[in-house]
């Protein structure tokens, strides 16, 4: 049932926009269980870069947070998240990590997959915010935000960082390739 600009949310409406945003929610719950298994994955591969390491290590700290602050509007919601998204989710990135183990320049493309999933989970959380403020859910809300100001700082960081890491990565590959021609 589509609503009219002008017409008024009957209850049926406020029930299935309430399922949308549970499900966006739990769809929130299980990307963040990605991410954290995303993030552990590449921070163990990290050695060489140090500060690096130590930023994707404090985001595993957030990411974990954000999983528990998302379960706790579902319960608030009266609902939870799905075991299957999450599992789905862990999976995925289980795959991502293991592709990344034969890639010589893991840490650029690495930089550059987080670099886009942070933007993918801003999207996911500027919606949700309006999509819980739509329905009068404000402490879903605030939730999203601040939950959306961590990954947008991460996202910065890692833009501010991007030309360094490459630079590391360049300069570390460079004398690998003068040492094997030794």
């Excluded at 990605?34 to 595993?60: D, G, S, V």
């Excluded at 605030?142 to 996202?155: D, K, S, V």
Aim: hydrophobic content about 35%; charged content about 30%; proline content about 2%.
């Amino acid at each position: 049932m589509a609503i009219s600009p002008t017409s008024q949310p009957n209850e049926e409406t406020m029930t299935d926009r309430n399922e949308v945003i549970n499900q966006w929610l739990r769809d929130a719950h299980a990307m963040e269980k990605q991410a954290e298994k995303m993030l552990t994955a590449q921070a163990e591969r990290l050695e060489h870069y140090p500060e690096l390491r130590e930023r994707i290590r404090q985001h595993i700290e957030e990411t974990r947070s954000q999983s528990d602050q998302l379960s706790r509007c579902l319960e608030a919601r009266g609902t939870s998240a799905s075991g299957m998204k999450d599992v789905l989710g862990q999976m995925t990135a289980m795959f991502q990590g293991l592709g990344g183990i034969f890639a010589s320049d893991e840490v650029v493309k690495g930089a550059l997959a987080g670099y886009v999933f942070e933007h993918m989970e801003i999207a996911s959380y500027r919606i949700l915010i309006e999509a819980a403020r739509s329905e009068g859910d404000e402490a879903t809300a605030q939730t999203c935000e601040a939950i959306c100001r961590e990954e947008e700082a991460m996202a910065a960081w890692l833009a501010e960082h991007m030309p360094e890491v490459t630079r590391t990565y360049l300069s570390r590959e460079a004398a690998e390739l003068e040492e094997a021609k030794r």
